[in-house]
């Protein structure tokens, strides 16, 4: 028994009952939404020490052994993820100090902001699919409140897009969940992928994937199913759009890859080949959606399903160094996005607005806050030496190493788009003067921030480009991680075996 | 909707309903029942309050926002996991007593506890609806 | 009875696929109430049915002596009921605040989020709106 | 010092350059390029010993999973790059503080440069490709924020993104081509992939390998088709100019072919395409330059005339190009280096750098003129100079060409006749004849303006007379690198008797000396100028076209498929659910309809039917009303079948959850009006046929299941530990509270946020909307 795998669970839903029960005081909510957040990372930081040291860990909550009780599952994927959605959920909850209204605050924001977490770290740990619909659930209806927080038209509108398309995700997930179940007898991951592993009902199982492919497929909003996320991310609060922005999708595109390499192998040739096929499209529309925006916010949310599609594209690949590469793109996309979803709110404190014909000389003007777009939007569109060129890189290297030539043609183009995306960011907003006729300051409320909110705008901007920096620099031991993290992948009797026998 | 008779009535079923649902509550572990079936029947007893005496008086005697009530639900139901650790156990893993009462022994367990949670989640959630809901009508 | 159920899970799941298509934004929140409901059915069906025994240990018993329905999928429905409901309460609202601030329930009018291009086509759109009497 | 530590060096001071400018402000170029000069000197320092014939390797590890370490090689071709990027730097930096001395954005600048100068000098030195890649890209970015330094003009933006597009492309089109390079050699190390090249060319990637690779140097060496870019990029300032876009950047892509041309020349396709792209680049580069009055566009395009050449010379391959190229390399770098500080000059003091405006500055500026004119004596390859070694080494080259000798030499000859009037040009006509009256009083420029050009025009002078300085030492071996044979001995000297090369030489000074003449005229002619157009314009439109394209077709695509109506949303979500869902149902399984329907009482008919009509009701009901009353309807009846198939717990929570759904759909449906939309018949039939095949899709798949035999192993586990080990006796209700707690934990989370969300939607913002309202009314 592992009690660290509890921990990322119960430390965030803890901070989101305690903010609950005294919502009044508003305060109390924002200091212990920070505090919770970081304990948050220091727990991430001892799950992912342990499971690096001492390979799975598995928790089964009230005892019950494994395939009866649910399990709670931290391969070194699982751990990863659960050790970057802490280091977002600090980085987050210190900006939204200097960002977010009192009114969304008094509305709850820091307890939905602590549930959100509570219910991404769950998807990632749990080893149950019921228990992961459920986690899914958790999110989606924490990332509907957030997203209509506030009532503006706008974000209304956003939210029943969101909400009807995703709803439908949903209820194929479960349908999903209870033909599996129908199937096999059992809910655990690891038993069901135990007793696949020569099951007479491929062609069964296979379907039933497909079911969970388009589920997950809108989670992760790829290629034809990702309309809900350009179509909403861009309407609420921009700390709300970094929270959404690189984690909630990267659910779906952990989902996808713990089912598709440990439950659904039983027909690589035709499931990955769909996986691929789906890849290339989304990249390539997210990408050109990105090209054709002019609100930052929009540009960016294009750019979210433009780089799942990298990331499916690895996990199609099915190579253990594409494997390793998916996980680097997803930790890379989390960091380098949220990024630029925080420093295009700070530039609107500054300028007045998310629209490129509306902005102008941040460069002149703010030469740190043009320094972190750099460093996030260089990363982002996978230059040296930041994260996004090792994720590109790695992507890349294991599509040529199998030959698949035509995507990797894709694949590389679409890199030079992003390329121009960033570039038409800096260029319209940094490098260009500010129009004439732009106001100072769109929003009448605006207050110059305090000295304190200044702090807290640019403190998580900063540590997140040092990370990136970092990462991009020092990778050996993180790529070790990766590649141990690929290794559990590839071969599920690793996790199998963690759960099934102690 | 102040009326008289709807107002007699409900100072009568508001206890009975409470009293069931408590015992809806106790009965679930053994019998059909539990935590979000009682929970839903106390909370149709404040709903019923609240349509015969409106919303306002209704807060009052509940004394707490419907979204605090949900923020304990939360603190009690983790409450049971966390006193298994404590014991030493997993998360959410019983821990059981055994007292005798009126000559019977009793199962006490934190189970119990968290259902004690989903029951005070399953009030708050539909009282939050059902104020806010009532509260837009007037 | 499970083939006879299969039969009313795929009607149902039309009949709510069919609902979600449509403009009124009311409509398409029923038509998520009746999916969730025909996937309730699903589990509770593919659990395999059983007309036997409620999953109850008789009192002074320690294990079910008859032969008793799988409890397992009745809780996953029972979950899966309240959260369904949940996040159908939370959309219904959602569609009457939608109302209220955008002034329709028909999503072929909601393009706030997403303004149409310039020159761009309505496409054919609500052309009754009048309030319900009733 | 190490090799990194002096590329880390330059790295590290590029942050202090802001620094540097804020506070020592006049001296600042003078401060920072003693870090040029230093290493420049450590450089030196290994000279006798490559002299000598030994390389010099250094690695690190770097990430060991992929295979990229941190190597640098040294040998003759390296260390002459390390030179010349580090010696011309350093007079760089001290004409660039003088140039934009009163800038305020000066430290910006110093960053860029000494950014550019770490990353060039890490593309010359680095062994391990994807290092080299990664040097290379940032060698890209620093010259995009050089390009884009006056940013406000839009203008310098545009060039910027059109070099940055450029030269990134070409980069992607690389990297995959390193990738397979090092796939087929099993090495990232460049050198250890010398000892490979037999296997590299015969292996079946090897076209498509070298054509990549080949893109990206072409691209950043502004080979034909995409010269475009580099005198788009002389919107930067001249120090930049030329710093990147003469001396080293551009010949970064040369630098490449001649690192790996032991590696993968020697082949027919590499002779072929090298060659002739060479060449042709060559021509027009040669050619274009005189249809310019623009000083720095003369130059800009002369420079791709000198990297065409370059390009030319790699394709022979032969020993002649290669020491053609060693010593072309040099030659240009130092005369270009200097041409484009002395039109920066010219500029920074006249105001304007349009030939046809200036004239006779020889008197005001005596300095600037005598090492301009010293340069273009050079660049027209007069002797005694470098550029006369270099020019009789490209004819020499030319005459034992492998391939089309004819063309090659002709096209040699024709493209230096060219150059000979550009240089001309840029020499005779801003500093000789009259002094014109210009837009402000001239000076002669500082010291930190002219010592450059001083120090490489001289350097030209001494290199021609006295070539024995660094033919037997750097040439020799720079070239014996490109050539992979150690043993390549050049020995230089201006006068080779009366051959073929000389007399070429005097023919094409003949022809230059009268193109010079008639340049006035021949400039404005119709042909030459539908030739500019053709040639320089025609790419860079090209490449506008293809970007616009690209941008209009991303729109039409974006408003295509976001086109903001979530009914078209949602038929395309099911339509692809229906298609993959059953694409797979049927080619994967054997369907089968079989069914038995004998075991089902009336009771179970019955329920069946209301909960179908129910539901069809539901769907018909004109109004919310009756579609809730419906709804209940079958809600209650699926409440009965759980009655009837032991699942107590289920039909009471179904009962109430289905009583609050009625009531909460009334409250809500009370503020909202009845609403009836019309929809087309077509669209109903469509919605109609895929609602119908989603159906179908679910029963089939229900039935399928339903045939796989059921192990209900949990459900024994669940009885048997219900009440033994969690007491309690309802089995359904143990299993929520404590064999699956955390769903049911989920499960009130899910509903408790929901409460909260509710609460939000209805409330906050609340009297906001009241008072718009009443506004309204």
Redesign the interface.
Known sequence: ?N?LL?YPL?IP??T??????F?KNRDFQRWINVIGSAALVGASALLLYSVNNDGIQV??????EA????SLVADLFSALMVMITGIKALAVSIYSLGDMDE??ES??FH??FQ?LI??VN?AFL?GDL??L???F??M???S??LL??????????????Y???N??S???F??G???M???????NLAAMADALQDTE????V??????F??SFG?KSAVF??F??L???Y??PPITVTAIFGALLTKVGVYSLVRMFTLVFTQ?IG?THT?LLWISVPTMV?GV??A???YDVRKILS?HIVSQIGYMIMGLAFFTK?AL?GVIYYILHNILAKTNLFLVAGIARKYVGSYHLSKLGGI?KAYPLLSAMFAISA?SLAG???LTG??AK??V??AG??IGE?VV?GFA??V???T??SM?KIW?GAY???LPDEAPVVADKNYKEPTEGQKFALFFPVILIAGLIVILGIF??PF??M??DAADQLLDPSMYINAVLNP | MKSVILQTATRLLFPLLLIFSVFLFFRGHNEPGGGFIGGLVGAAAFVLFAVAFGTEITRKLLRMDPRVMVGWGLFFALLSGIMSMMAGDSFFTGQWVFPILFGSELHVGTPLIFDIGVYLVVVGFTLAVIFALEEEDN | MEPLLAIVIGILVALSIYLILRKNLVRIVIGIVILSNAVNLLIFTLGRLDRGMPPLIPAGESVPVEAFANPLPQALVLTAIVIGFGLFAFALVLTYRAYTELGSVNVDDMRVAEPAYKGEELPETAITQEEDKS | MTILFSVLLIFAVAFVGPMAAKYLKNYSGWALSLVPLTVFLWFTGFIPEISGGSVINESYVWVSYLGINMSFYLDGLSLMFALIVTGVGTFIMIYGGGYLGSDPNLGRFYFSVLLFMGSMLGVVLADNIIALFIFWELTSISSYLLIGYKHNKEDSRKSALQALLVTGSGGLAMLAGFILLAIMTGTMEISEMFTQSGIVSEHPWYLGMLILVLIGAFTKSAQFPFHFWLPGAMAAPTPVSAYLHSATMVKAGVYLLARLSPVLSGTIEWTYIVTLFGAVTMLIGAWLALAHTDLKKILAYSTVMALGTLTMLLGMGHEYAVKAVAVFILGHSLYKGALFMVAGTVDHEAGTRDVRFISGLRKTMPFTATFGCIAALSMAGLAPLLGFIGKELVYEAALSASVFPLFLITAAVVSNIAVVASSGIVAIRPFFGEYKEHGKQVHEAPVSMWIGPAFLSVLSIVFGVLPFLIDGSIISKAAASIAGTPELVVSLSLWHGINAALILSVVTFASGVAVYMVWNKFRDSKGFQGYDRWMGEGPKNGYENILAGVLNFASVQTRFFQNGYLRYYLLTVLSFFVLIVGFTLFTKTDVSLMADFSDISFYEWTIALVIVVAAFAAVMAGSGLVAIAALGVAGYSISLLYVLFSAPDLAITQVLVETLTVILVALVLIHIPKFTATTSTSSKVRDGIIAGAAGTLVTLIVLAVLTVDFDPFMTDYFAENSYVVAYGRNIVNVILVDFRALDTFGEIVVIGVAGVGVYGLIKLGKSLFRKEEGKTV
Request: hydrophobic share 55%; net charge negative; charged share 5%.
């Open positions: 028994m009690d509890i119960l839903v803890m989101a009952a305690l903010a609950l029960i919502f928790l089964q909550p009230g005892n019950w395939p009866f009780g649910i009114r969304r509305f709850g307890s939905l549930i509570f219910g769950g749990t019921f228990n619909y459920v986690w659930e958790v989606l209806i924490t509907f409140v209509s927080l506030g009532n503006d038209k706008s974000q209304l509108d956003g939210a029943v897009k909400v009807v398309i709803l439908f949903s209820l194929v479960l349908s969940v209870g033909i179940y129908g199937i096999t007898g059992t809910l009902h491929t062609g069964l296979i379907t039933a994937s497909m079911m492919l388009v809108i034809p199913l309309f809900w350009p179509a909403s861009h309407t027909d035709y769909i529309v050109l959606g090209a054709s925006q294009f160094i390793a460069y260089i230059l040296p030496p060129f090792w890189y790695t890349i290297y040529l190493e030539w990797i590389l183009a890199g030079l788009m390329l121009f570039t260029m490098w260009s003067p990778g050996e790529f070790s990766l590649f």
